[in-house]
């Protein structure tokens, strides 16, 4: 990872104007908390980090990934952050490529030590109707067995449509479907925030 902590092939992009309507709910200290947080909540559920694997899911899930390997390898010191994440693109599981089919395909990159036998922990930024993650499912069922599949969600904004649940939450945030949650982070946006966009 460069030294600016952007992940390797992540684009740092200038921010994106805020909506004018938009309230800010978490700025950079709750982010950190939150992240420190599920960090310890991941230890403690698995005893320990030597069978972990985090596959962020790109764009934002990769670099809070990132994130949550360095809190662990602080807490836990035998821990190799590096050696912890990878890139999980689910692009081609989705099941909305008939209405959107010019979307790009990105990076799966494995740990070296790849997924069979481990703990692996799906990062994302926003769970929201459970699609993303159904196809992160059925992604990982073509590159290994791993022992559990666990999530990791900075953000969980509820309306899902397929019955899954986080395992790991920084913020429940109870919203309207008219509204958007927007995760704005430093590696990719320039700051760390999240907005609802839409707001009443």
Not at 121 to 150: C, E, H, K, W, Y
Not at 181 to 189: G, K, M, S
Request: charged letters at 25%; aromatic letters at 0%.
């Amino acid at each position: 990872m460069p030294a600016d902590g952007t992940p390797t092939g992540a684009a740092r992009t200038e921010p994106a104007p805020a909506a004018p309507d938009a309230t800010v709910v978490l700025g950079p200290p709750e982010i950190s908390r939150a992240l420190t947080r599920i960090a310890h909540e991941i230890l403690e559920r698995n005893r320990g980090g030597s069978r972990l694997v985090l596959l962020g899911i790109p764009t934002r899930g990769l670099p809070l990934a990132h994130r949550l390997a360095a809190r662990l390898a602080d807490v836990e010191p035998g821990l190799d952050a590096a050696a912890l994440v990878g890139s999980l693109d689910v692009t081609m599981h989705r099941d909305d490529l008939a209405h959107h089919p010019t979307r790009a395909i990105g990076a799966t990159d494995l740990p070296a030590a790849g997924i069979d036998g481990k703990v692996v922990v799906l990062v994302d930024d926003v769970l929201f109707s459970g699609r993303t993650i159904r196809a992160a499912l059925d992604a990982i069922s073509d590159l290994g067995r791993p022992a559990a599949v666990q999530l990791a969600a900075l953000v969980d904004r509820g309306h899902r449509e397929l019955p899954i649940r986080a395992d790991y939450v920084g913020k429940n945030l109870p919203t309207s479907t008219s509204e958007r949650v927007r995760v704005l982070l430093e590696e990719t946006d320039g700051r760390d925030a999240v907005l609802i966009e839409g707001a009443r």
